[in-house]
């Protein structure tokens, strides 16, 4: 398994469409289990959600990116852009 660090950054003006989509966002994340290492969302000045960062384990990109594409934020297309890079824990 690989760890990678997903950054997403939410499309300017959507904080309604994050918040009607987060129950459904994270019953998705939940489904990974252990996968999951860490999530929470990028806050702005005001300590509102402007994005998302993840950091998850998978056994490649190709299914890192298969689920992040059912993911009901990106089905909704909340997110700017999303950034992956392999990631590796020290602590």
Known sequence: MT??????????KSLEKRLKN???HL?????L??????AGPVLDKNDKPKGSILILDFENLE???DFLDCDPYSQVELF???TIEKFKRVF
């Open 22 to 24: 987060r129950s459904l």
């Open 63 to 65: 299914k890192l990116k």
């Open 80 to 82: 700017e852009s999303i």
């Open 3 to 12: 760890q990678y660090i997903v950054i997403c950054m939410d499309k300017k």
């Open 33 to 38: 289990g252990k996968k999951l290492l860490l």
């Open 27 to 31: 019953k998705h994340l939940k489904s």
